[in-house]
C-alpha cells in the first residue's frame, strides 16, 4: 500500500504562481511513476504531468508545457509540480497517483487539492 498526500493548492490570479507537492509514504520502494492528473467541474479527469521515481524522465500534457514542471525530492518521498503563468482554465482538483511495480497502473490516488485561479 502507498499513501498520497497532496498540499499547496489554493487561489491565485491568472498569471500566478503555485506549488504542489505530493507526499507518498508505505510501501514506496514499490513506485515507479507519479503522476499529476485534474479533473474541472464537468469534465473528465486529464493527465497533467508524470515523472519517473528515478527522477530522470518527466511527461508533461500539451497544455502545460512551457509553464508546469514537476519534479522530485529524493529525500522526502516528494514530487512537486511548480505551476507558473496560470490561467483560469486551469482551475481544477489537482490529484497525484502513483504506479508501483505490480500493476503498472495509477494504483494509488490521493484525496486531490484545489486550485482556482481567477482572472
Known amino acids: 500500500q502507498v499513501q498520497l498526500v497532496e498540499s499547496g493548492g489554493g487561489l491565485v490570479q491568472a498569471g500566478g504562481s503555485l506549488r504542489l507537492s505530493c507526499a507518498a509514504s508505505?510501501?514506496?520502494?514499490?513506485?515507479?511513476?507519479m503522476g499529476w492528473f485534474r479533473q474541472a467541474p464537468g469534465k473528465e479527469r486529464e493527465f497533467v504531468a508524470a515523472?519517473?521515481?528515478?527522477?530522470?524522465?518527466?511527461f508533461l500534457a500539451n497544455s502545460v508545457k512551457g509553464r508546469f514542471t514537476i519534479s522530485r525530492d529524493n529525500t522526502k518521498n516528494t514530487a512537486l509540480l511548480q505551476m507558473n503563468s496560470l490561467k483560469p482554465e486551469d482551475t481544477a482538483l489537482y490529484y497525484c497517483?502513483?504506479?508501483?511495480?505490480?500493476?503498472?497502473?495509477?494504483?494509488?490516488w490521493g484525496q486531490g487539492t484545489q486550485v482556482t485561479v481567477s482572472s
Open positions: 497517483a502513483v504506479v508501483v511495480a505490480q500493476t503498472s497502473r495509477y494504483d494509488y
Open positions: 508505505g510501501r514506496t520502494e514499490s513506485i515507479t511513476r
Open positions: 515523472i519517473n521515481w528515478s527522477g530522470i524522465s518527466t
